[in-house]
């Protein structure tokens, strides 16, 4: 049987992940560039205080794009781990499912 879990319902909380993480990679670069922007205009103590604001921010950034990576890989596997285990329990259902989306692929390349 499918784990509802992991189905619909785990694919749309997968998207507001990426899409928070993609929200939250890029404000942390935008504002490491713009403090590394603006150390780049000034000099001595302030310049080296903000240079290293800026790799901090970058740093923080490289993290969480590593946290999500690993986030997204557990997930694959999770997810291709439920889809072999309901092929194995469903083998006849699935093979109908592939045959009919092969059947509609070829209907619609067969018409251009």
Do not use: C, F
């Amino acid at each position: 049987m499918l784990d509802t879990s992991t189905g619909l319902n785990g694919s749309t909380a997968l998207n507001g992940s990426i899409k928070d993480a993609t929200h939250d990679a890029k404000a942390l670069v935008r504002d490491a560039h713009a403090l590394l922007t603006a150390a780049a205009a000034l000099t001595g103590e302030k310049a080296d205080e903000l240079r290293k604001r800026g790799m901090e921010l970058l740093d923080r950034a490289m993290g969480k794009a590593g946290q999500y990576q690993d986030q997204a890989l557990a997930k694959g596997k999770e997810l291709a781990h439920t889809a072999d285990v309901y092929v194995k329990d469903n083998p006849w259902r699935t093979v109908a499912v592939v045959a009919g989306a092969a059947l509609l692929l070829g209907v619609v390349l067969g018409r251009k």
